[in-house]
């Protein structure tokens, strides 16, 4: 290889770097020049569109579940984070996942999410007051006074968890987020075991409130619905809630928060989501695109198989870059650009066939209905400051993203048009 070529390992390597989690982009573009797919000693890394949509639809490509773990990280099984993590329908494999997936699809089908949409724009507006409070300040976080509080007053209200529980959670989701991050000691995860048993206690608390005095929310229903059904066990019906909390937050979070991050580098974008909302479906798929809240997945490669041409051993990880497949040329025309127009726009950022998220659509509902109504009501919001990202590079958003608010305007002015809901795939 000459000596100015790109390193893989290298190139993988800075996007731990600060300026790497500032903008991994030119390092995606570097390891594309490599090619799709790139074997990178035991690892296997794929960066194009099509490799990581075959690999997201084959079941042979598994995820992270315990006797995949077992290779993957040993060690892991003295750490309750990983304990819980590896019964959650995220990572694991058929025939649990088929069981887990049937029982939880269906209060997020598309029906249903629309259903859901007045409970969420009223929540959007109640926060959206609570930052005209605010609007007097030298600057806020958007992250944390809107971006963050959205999610999980929707997850909240779903699961019937008060508002003050809900902010008591905020560091312990954090925590257990950076648990599915790459990890090389295993002494990182302690914060995230803690953060997860506290959560874990608090969920199997609730269950057995529900189960002896059932709410009108839908951990009452689906609690119920599992006494009858017996589909999962005790231990894997907190942890269906743990993933229902955790992952219903974190990347609504960061979308919300790299939707306006963009609509606020891009003010004509913005000017066309006040004037018409309609306009905010497009733009949050966009995001989902060009800046997304997941870059990275992983699967192990089950059985000997070939993936995408390049012959692979049982036991293979296998990276899914698929921030980089987002931007692939062969798929999306000049995708450097930030396009909200863009047609052919049908990122992987939420996976794709027996893995893809059953969250998405409410995910992005929320996100489409808060940008145009946040641009509405701030005419005159602006950046106060450089952003900040987190210390992660699979889940990769804003720490912080300080904005002034400037003058709200008169809240009863309203625009009637709305954005569709994006549907499952």
């Known amino acids: ?72 990280l040993p060690g892991w099984r003295g750490h309750s984070s990983w304990r819980w993590l590896t019964q959650l329908m995220l990572f694991t494999n058929d025939p649990v996942h088929a069981r887990q997936r049937r029982f939880n699809h269906g209060p997020f089908t598309p029906r249903r999410v629309i259903e859901m949409r007045p409970m969420v724009e009223r929540i959007i507006e109640e926060l959206i007051e609570r930052l005209a409070s605010l609007a007097n300040s030298d600057a806020i976080d958007f992250m944390s006074e809107f971006a963050f509080r959205v999610p999980l007053a929707v997850q909240g209200e779903l699961l019937g968890i008060t508002r003050e529980e809900q902010l008591g959670m905020r560091d312990d989701i954090a925590d257990v987020a950076r648990t599915m991050e790459p990890i090389h000691d295993l002494r990182v995860l302690k914060p995230g075991d803690a953060a997860m048993d506290r959560m874990a206690a608090f969920f199997e608390a609730l269950i057995e409130k529900r189960r002896a005095a059932p709410g009108d929310d839908l ?37 919300i928060g790299n939707s306006l991050r963009l609509a606020l580098a891009y003010p004509e974008e913005a000017e066309r989501l006040v004037s018409d909302p309609q306009q ?138 709305e954005p569709a809901v994006a549907g499952d795939r």
């Open 1 to 72: 290889m000459p000596e100015t070529a790109v390193q893989p390992a290298e190139a993988l390597a800075a996007l731990s770097t600060e300026q790497g989690r500032e903008n991994p982009y030119p390092i995606y573009d570097s390891l594309r020049t490599l090619g799709p797919v790139i074997p990178l000693g035991p690892v296997l890394v794929l960066v194009g569109y099509d490799e990581c949509a075959t690999a997201l639809r084959d079941k042979r490509l598994l995820s992270t579940d315990a006797s995949v773990q077992d290779k993957m």
């Open 219 to 255: 951990l009452s229903a689906m609690v119920q619905a599992n006494n009858a059904s017996k589909v999962l066990s005790g231990e894997a019906m907190v942890a269906n809630f743990l993933l229902l909390f955790e992952a219903g937050i974190e990347s609504p979070t960061d979308l």
């Open 280 to 417: 905010a479906h497009g733009f949050v798929a966009e995001v989902l695109r060009f800046d997304p809240p997941v870059h990275a997945l992983s699967r192990m490669a089950g059985v000997d198989l070939d993936v995408a041409g390049v012959p692979v051993k049982a036991g293979t990880k296998i990276t899914l870059l698929v921030a980089a497949a987002n931007r692939d040329p062969r798929r999306f025309e000049n995708p450097e650009l930030f396009d909200p127009d863009r047609r052919e726009a049908k990122p992987l950022t939420f996976g794709l066939g027996p893995h893809y998220c059953i969250g998405a659509a409410l995910a992005t509902m929320e996100s489409e209905i808060a940008l145009p109504r946040l641009l509405r009501r701030f005419p005159e919001i602006a950046l106060a400051g450089m952003p900040s990202y987190r210390e992660q590079i699979v889940m990769r958003g804003y720490d912080q993203l300080p904005v002034t608010l400037g003058e709200p305007a008169d809240a009863s002015a309203r625009t009637t048009a």
